[in-house]
């Protein structure tokens, strides 16, 4: 029979689970969203009982549209949004406070005291990441300033930290205390080379040790086995886990060394394999760990922009100029160029490797020929631009020259923009057949551990690429639009 392996996606709107066997037959695959809370502008919470909720509710909708007896669940892998800081306590496995999620912004102040305190280059020679609101530790240190009576219970070894693949793992398993490697890295308070939590800087975040996890491999049944769960026999291990973006990374079997892959979602994330040595960025990239496997590390260059998919729900809720995402590809169609419009999405800031937060969006080059249709094009112009941009910044820094994009996440099915991507990047650009790569990421790792997959070698024979695009753009065309994008991104 069939091998079936349950992969956990807990994002940031919603959870996904997706029942898979051994041929990578989906089974089934559910989702269900949860509220976002918004305190204050700026900030982002969500209510780690809802996250739970969505989890349990989503894979009893999973085994019932599979009629997949939950027995014949082999192992189950987790995959998360990456930086969001969740607290609970140690015994009850209640939450404590919401948790902050990567999006908010509360903890700029202090990621300013940091950086006027001369310690930029401790974290990022350290964490390969920079001082910025978006990663967990800072978030912890907030949390503790705010409200001390939590501070006295940490110190005290009552409570436990995680991001959520951690308290996904607690409620799995009915208590265990572990992160993998990939996660830990997102933190600011693990060092890139020992795979340890750094003491240094703990200290400068104000965060007492004893409330960090275990930090594990990316395969290994130590996690624990499923117990107490609703809808699941006690007993099945929970086997693989990494963050969402280094499970889309090993998801798309990126595993040598200057490997790539790109997800467009509501930003767009692209990862570089670099190999057993972290590649310290000198272009304003993270430098990151992508998986450990049987001792084994391997690390990855990264670079995020905040806005690929969002600028599309822009047209389409902010200007109603599309009623839904799909209808941009047709509407940009009906022009052969954006005439000279230039759109640089910055909506909420540059991401890299610009990192400028202040930056806004602009349009430049409208005339009264522009039209809705020039408008879509150059939307989507701009957001393979900014992943450009990436990549440029990857080459330079890795030195190995990205000769195949591998491209996931829901913006991937657009052709026009995955076209306009390989043009402007002069590389092709490789779809899957399966486009949610971060769930068959876990979906790999848990495999990998419990023998459904021997070896990534067998991995690579049976991922399937659906389509590929290759460069067709002239160059005096790309030069044009590459100098009006530099212009346009410089008074963004």
């Excluded at 195949?404 to 402007?424: C, E, R």
Aim: proline letters at 4%; charged letters at 25%; one cysteine or more.
């Amino acid at each position: 029979m069939p091998r079936c392996v349950m992969a956990i996606d807990q994002g940031t709107t919603g959870t996904t689970v997706v029942l898979l066997d051994d041929a990578l037959k989906v089974l089934a695959r559910k989702n269900r969203e949860f509220e976002q809370i918004y305190p204050r502008p700026g900030w982002v919470e969500h209510d780690p009982e809802a996250i739970w909720g969505s989890t349990t509710a989503t894979v009893a909708d999973a085994l019932k549209t599979a009629d997949v007896p939950p027995g014949d669940i082999v192992a189950i892998g987790i995959t998360n949004q990456r930086e969001t800081a969740v607290l609970w306590d140690r015994k009850t496995g209640q939450p404590v406070h919401n948790a902050i999620v990567w999006q908010c912004r509360r903890t700029a102040e202090i990621c300013r005291e940091l950086r006027e305190q001369g310690l930029e280059e401790l974290f990022r020679s350290k964490t390969g990441l920079v001082l910025d609101p978006y990663f967990s530790g800072t978030k912890l240190t907030w949390i503790f300033r705010d409200q001390p009576a939590l501070r006295k219970r940490a110190e005290a070894g009552e409570l436990s930290f995680g991001t959520v693949d951690s308290f996904l793992v607690h409620r799995l398993t009915g208590g265990a205390h572990v992160t993998d490697a990939s996660n830990a890295s997102r933190t600011l308070m693990m060092d890139l080379k020992t795979l340890e939590w750094d003491d240094e800087l703990l200290g400068h975040l104000e965060v007492p040790r004893s409330l960090l996890p275990e930090i594990a491999g990316c395969t290994q049944v130590v996690y624990g086995e499923t117990r107490g769960v609703p809808g699941l026999p006690d007993g099945i291990p929970v086997a693989g886990m990494a963050g969402d973006q280094q499970a889309a990374l090993f998801g798309q079997a990126c595993y040598g060394v200057g490997e790539a892959k790109c997800t467009y979602g509501t930003g767009a994330f692209v990862l570089m394999n670099t190999g057993g040595k972290p590649v310290a960025s000198e272009q304003g990239l993270l430098t990151t760990v992508a998986w450990k496997l049987d001792g084994e590390v391997a690390y990855a260059l990264e670079g995020s922009t905040f806005v690929a998919g969002a600028a599309v729900q822009w047209l389409r809720d902010g200007l109603g100029l599309i009623a839904s995402a799909p209808e941009i590809e047709a509407l940009a169609r009906q022009v052969k160029t954006s005439d000279e419009l230039v759109f640089v999405p910055a909506l909420v800031g540059l991401g890299a490797p610009h990192w400028r937060p202040d930056a806004r969006g602009i349009m430049r080059g409208i005339t009264r020929g522009t039209t809705g249709a020039h408008l879509a094009r150059a939307t989507l112009e701009g957001i393979a631009l900014q992943v450009r941009d990436v990549l440029l910044a990857m080459e330079q820094d890795s030195g190995e020259q990205v000769k195949i994009l591998k491209v996931d996440g829901g913006a991937a099915a657009n052709n026009l923009l995955m076209q306009i991507q390989a043009d402007l990047c002069g590389a092709d650009i490789s779809r899957p057949e399966m486009l949610e790569t971060t769930a068959l990421g876990a979906a790999f790792l848990a495999g990998l551990t419990t023998k459904v997959w021997g070896s990534r070698d067998e991995i690579r024979t049976i991922w399937r690429e659906e389509r590929r695009f290759r460069p067709e753009m002239r160059d005096t065309e790309l030069n044009a639009l590459l100098d009006r994008w530099r212009e346009a991104v410089e008074r963004a």
